[in-house]
């Protein structure tokens, strides 16, 4: 075991994979001699050479195009979108080229494709250094999206989608990158993608969270044993598409409330899903309301610090509503 | 300035008899198979079909100067002619046309004309325009690293040039030298939106310049002319001197799609005028013209052709269709990896 953040397991992970297979290549925008602007491919040019590293022109859709054509042709490319805020010009072809293409080619051709982007707010990024875009892409059946919170987690979510046959948009919250930290195997290790994973073992009331939520949720649940007796468990969601439907719907049976927490704005959020999903799977064993805590329906979270704050769910919000439920 | 690309005769080009009967024939067989496509869909047969007619001479020539089996074809929606010099046969293009089980491109479940096929080499597209481009670009990037000696094909029409995917591509394709041709079909109209309201040049192939390559004009009703423009093309990328943009000047004879209304853009006089330089007609001087087939032998073809054609039909017409039950299949990969 090493103790690492989650970039540095993002990138051993992504080091390791290009050491074992030539076909694995990383591109996008400054990948190459500055390393990645969060320096996930620091090292990387002096590694494997320009071939392998490719700092591509500044156009996502033809990043994720390019990385398309690669990949029906033989090669795993792990193609970065500097941040997640940018990738909607890539909307089309992530949507309509990469998820589509087995299914329109009736399982001639497949695209096994990892898309990596940061995302998510915390970290003064305003208007666009800051979205949540799982919504989007979970929406879309043939696309895999994949939001792990932890190192560990990163790193075997990682290796599964290099190894994946399909497109896997692989989300990293950029705010838990440096803060997060934790001991991670040293031997090669996948995370299965589409399961879910119990992160705090409770029996009052189930909380689902993804990304830095999931961090504030287990913080929050600490505070809610300590202060109000109740046992909350914290399920991480991991994977926003294909959803580990039984995982959850698991834990809410056996607690009878359910919460869930995502920052992206709560209308139609990926959330949304969650919550219906257990209105409609599991009402008779729930002794309360489901309760939603999500960003509000704003254009985005300002620069401004109190901005900022004003729109990100945090330990102290969710603490509230998870005390709300627990008394009801 | 874009180089004109100046006709030759086939002699100069390399091709025997035997090549220009069977390129003639090719552009026969689209022909008939447009014709075919369109009474189909008259009769209430084919939901909806997407004509070539007019296209077969830049379609040919250019797609005959790739190699089968080894290089790869990026078609586009108009590119009929393209896909059978790639191996599809009528047969094949008619079970895509009455979505059978056994479409090659789909089962099926794509719109006619959407190509694709592993086994011959020809990349499943769509129906947003140019998004087929970066794939190209890519695809002969993967070909280049992995040490093939392929070389990528790209086809798309004049409306396509405007759309950003376009440029991306060329652009990522000029800046690593890639081993890719890119062929406009400009027919002067992206369904009903003329050329002059699509760019503000004269010539597709100036943009070339743009991205660190050579851009060629040709006429695209002469067939030979199209072929020489690509095997020069194709031999450029195959020595590792990068990409080439060919812009075939030519006309579609018919509207965009069976659902499209050309009236309502085009005069008949225009039109007609076009098909005076109908390069089947043209293609059919020069043979006779060089001995290669007279006028009776040109007409057996064309009755051998169709009858080809309508048992291509009549067979496709009577194979399964899609069993509803396999909906599902093939969101994700079946055997795991």
Known sequence: MTEKNVVTAIRDTLLEEMRGDERVVVLGEDVGARGGVFRVTQGFLEEFGDRRVIDTPLAESGIVGVAIGMAMHGLLPVAEIQFADFIHPAFDQIVSEAARIRYRSNGDFGVPLVIRAPYGGGVHGALYHSQSIEAYYGHVPGLKVVAPATPGDAAGLLRAAIHDPDPVLFLEHKKTYRLITEDVPDEPREVPIGRADVKREGSDLTVVAYGLMLHHCLEAAERLEREEGSSAEVVDVRTIAPLDRETILGSVRKTGKAMVVYEDNRTYGAGAEIVATIAEEAMFDLDGPILRVGGPDVPAMGFAAPLEHAFLPDAERIYERMRELARF | ?337
């Open chain 2, 1 to 337: 300035m874009a180089t004109r690309v100046t006709p030759a005769a086939h002699e100069e080009l390399g091709l025997s008899p035997d090549d220009l009967v069977r390129m003639y024939r090719l552009m026969v067989t689209a022909r008939l198979c447009d014709e075919a496509a369109f009474r189909l869909n008259r009769q209430g047969k084919a939901p909806f079909v997407i004509p070539v007619s007019g296209h077969e001479g830049c379609q040919v020539g250019t797609a005959w100067a790739f190699r089968s089996g080894q290089d790869i074809w990026l078609p586009y929606y108009r590119d009929l002619a393209v896909v059978l010099v790639a191996g599809m046969t009528p047969y094949e293009v008619f079970l895509g046309v009455f979505a059978k089980a056994d479409d090659p491109c789909s089962g099926g479940r794509q719109m006619p004309a959407h190509w694709g096929s592993r086994r011959l080499g020809i990349i499943t597209g769509s129906s947003p325009i140019a998004t087929q481009v970066p794939h190209a670009a890519g695809i002969a990037y993967a070909a280049m690293y992995r040490g093939e000696d392929a070389v990528v094909g790209c086809w798309f029409g004049d409306g396509a040039t405007s759309e950003g995917d376009w440029h991306e591509g060329l652009n990522f394709a000029g800046i690593h030298r890639l081993p890719v041709v890119f062929i406009c079909e400009n027919n002067r109209y992206a369904i009903s939106v003329h050329q002059s309201k699509q760019m503000a040049v004269e010539d597709v192939a100036v943009r070339a310049e743009g991205y660190g390559f050579p851009g060629v004009v040709v006429d695209g009703n002469d067939v030979l002319a199209c072929y020489r423009a690509a095997r020069e093309a194709v031999e450029r990328a195959r020595a590792g001197q990068g990409p080439t943009l060919i812009e075939c000047k030519t006309y579609r004879f018919h509207s965009h799609t069976s659902d499209d209304d050309d009236r309502t853009y085009r005069s008949r006089e225009e039109v007609e005028e076009a098909k005076h330089r109908d390069p089947l007609l043209r293609f059919a001087a020069y043979l006779k013209e060089h001995g290669v087939l007279e006028d009776r032998a040109a007409e057996e073809l064309r009755e051998e052709v169709r009858g080809e054609v309508e048992e291509a039909i009549d067979r496709a017409w009577q194979a399964p269709d899609p069993d509803p039950a396999t909906l599902g299949r093939h969101v994700f990969a079946e055997d795991g990896r």
